[in-house]
């Protein structure tokens, strides 16, 4: 017998043929005559229905244990299934005590409940389904991309800079005791990197677009809904930008184009989210994709938040950083869609931002995508290319001999350019409606908290 996946079994078009499947156990119905399973691989959301002779129902054929099916495969008289493969073999691969197993058969577990048993919940149908969504999401990015003409590049997990200057860094040491020759491995202090930025910016300045899309680190305290300590960031460069509408566009298009390829591809995995897991979400998310993303300044921001008749726990004076409670309230105003704010104040911004040189309300041409439930998804710049006013700054932080190799970017053959990051957790989060950041990556990190 051939061994199909049940992705194939339940498409198939031809029966009769001898098949074997290999699963889980997703459902036992064991009737007078009769047995019904449902088998589930992972390959679908939906399960294969099996169905055999009561005689061959054994005491170890419980929910969550693992079997390989051996039987013929027909069309199926049941009107929510068009396939089923019909027993002559069940074979109990590995057993699985249903007492123990912390997830009971016919039970809608929620999120945070499954968070429980990281080495589990991929067994569960919500998260098997979030992870197909996460995979075939990344893939939609890469074709995007790919698309447009962008080159894909692996900047390094292990950096010596802090690109974005805040301090929230993990070191990097060998585990074993160090001799005093060898006191330092790498001879600099090294670091799991926060953004693949700075090295994007030496490509881009050969490739003219590069993105990369890999782990990044950031040893942020917080137990917040949104931030981790290990996450994964989409990021961007370009070259030979004009103005901050380059960066907007492509972070319009590739939210779009991602969010559609998802839509496209996964439509049973998303269906189950919005339905069961995060009901009400889809109408949000239909709404955010028909209209295009409106762009205000941060100085329009503020007007907007003094006039509120909200109560914020952050005070709002030109010149404060966004909060979250704040970068909510900009998007529920502009209509609960995606929203851009551009032109933050200069001293808000890292080094690498491009100075607006106005005044007397100093500003970097700087842009964040806020977007619902969420708030923060994209933060991105125009990059100082001009060598005069970078150097000035670096000097004034006393980084200019850490960063002479930055500064040579701009001596030779410098270039107007720009690029983003997006949180890809907070993407996944923004499209499904997903509360809490823990609930869309394999496996979270955060503080106190790195089990597996
Ligand atoms: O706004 P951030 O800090 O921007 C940068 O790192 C730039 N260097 C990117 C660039 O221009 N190439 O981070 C980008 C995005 C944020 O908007 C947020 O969505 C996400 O990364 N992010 C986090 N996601 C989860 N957990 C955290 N701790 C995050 N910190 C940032
Ligand atoms: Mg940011």
């Known amino acids: 017998a051939s061994t199909l996946r049940v992705s194939e079994a339940l498409s198939a078009t031809e029966f009769g043929e001898h098949v074997k499947v290999r699963g889980w156990v997703r459902s036992v119905r064991p009737q007078k005559a009769n047995l019904f399973l449902h088998v589930n691989d992972g390959s679908s959301l939906q399960s294969l229905q099996v169905f055999a002779d009561a005689q061959l129902n054994d005491s170890l054929l419980t929910f969550g244990s693992a079997v390989e099916v051996t039987g013929v495969l027909k069309k199926s008289p049941h009107h929510k299934q068009s396939v089923e493969l019909e027993a002559d073999?069940?074979?109990?691969?590995?057993?699985?005590?249903?007492?123990?197993?912390?997830?009971?058969?016919?039970?809608?577990?929620?999120?945070e409940y499954i968070r429980q048993f990281p080495h589990l919940r991929c067994r569960t149908n919500a998260f098997s389904s979030l992870l197909r969504i996460r995979s075939e999401a990344t893939a939609a990015i890469h074709s995007y991309f790919k698309e447009n003409g962008f080159v894909h590049i692996h900047t390094p997990i292990i950096t010596s800079n802090d690109c974005e200057g805040a301090g929230e860094l993990f070191q990097v040491e060998p585990s074993w005791p160090k001799t005093e020759e060898q006191e330092n491995f790498f001879s600099v202090p090294a670091f799991l990197t926060v953004s693949g930025q700075l090295h994007l910016e030496v490509m881009s300045g050969a490739f003219s677009r590069v993105y990369t899309f890999?782990?990044?680190?950031?040893?942020?305290?917080?137990?917040?809904?949104?931030?981790?300590?290990?996450?994964?960031?989409?990021?961007?460069?370009?070259?030979?930008?004009q103005s901050i509408e380059d960066l907007t566009q492509v972070m319009e298009d590739m939210f779009r184009s991602a969010t559609e390829h998802v839509l496209a591809h996964c439509a049973e995995d998303v269906d189950l989210f919005h339905k069961h897991v995060t009901p009400g979400h889809r109408g949000t998310l239909d709404s955010m994709m028909k209209k295009k993303f409106p762009m205000i300044t941060y100085s329009e921001a503020i007007d907007i938040l003094n006039h509120s008749t909200q109560k914020f726990v952050f005070p709002t004076n030109w010149g404060c950083d966004l909060q979250t409670e704040h970068e909510k309230y900009l998007v529920k105003h502009c209509g609960n869609i995606?929203?851009?704010?551009?032109?933050?104040?200069?001293?808000?911004?890292?080094?690498?931002?491009?100075?607006?040189?106005?005044?007397?309300?100093?500003?970097?041409?700087a842009v964040d995508l806020l977007v619902p439930g969420v708030g923060e998804l994209c933060g991105g710049s125009l990059r100082e290319e001009r060598l005069d006013l970078l150097s000035a700054r670096l000097e004034k932080v006393g980084l200019e001999d850490t960063y002479s190799w930055y500064l040579d970017l701009r001596r030779f053959g410098s270039v107007p350019h720009g690029g983003f990051g997006l949180g890809f957790e907070r993407f996944l989060q923004c499209i499904l409606g997903?509360?809490?950041?823990?609930?869309?990556?394999?496996?979270?990190?955060?503080?106190?908290?790195?089990?597996?």
């Not at 009971?104 to 999120?111: Q, T, V």
């Not at 869309?440 to 790195?450: E, K, L, T, Y």
């Open 434 to 452: 997903v509360d809490n950041i823990k609930d869309v990556i394999p496996f979270a990190r955060f503080s106190h908290s790195c089990v597996l």
């Open 89 to 111: 073999k069940i074979h109990v691969v590995g057993k699985c005590n249903p007492l123990d197993f912390p997830f009971k058969i016919k039970e809608r577990h929620g999120l």
């Open 214 to 241: 890999g782990p990044t680190f950031r040893a942020e305290n917080s137990q917040s809904r949104r931030h981790l300590a290990e996450f994964y960031m989409v990021e961007a460069e370009l070259s030979f930008t």
């Open 338 to 365: 995606p929203v851009f704010v551009t032109d933050y104040p200069y001293d808000l911004k890292p080094f690498y931002a491009r100075d607006n040189q106005d005044r007397p309300r100093h500003t970097a041409a």
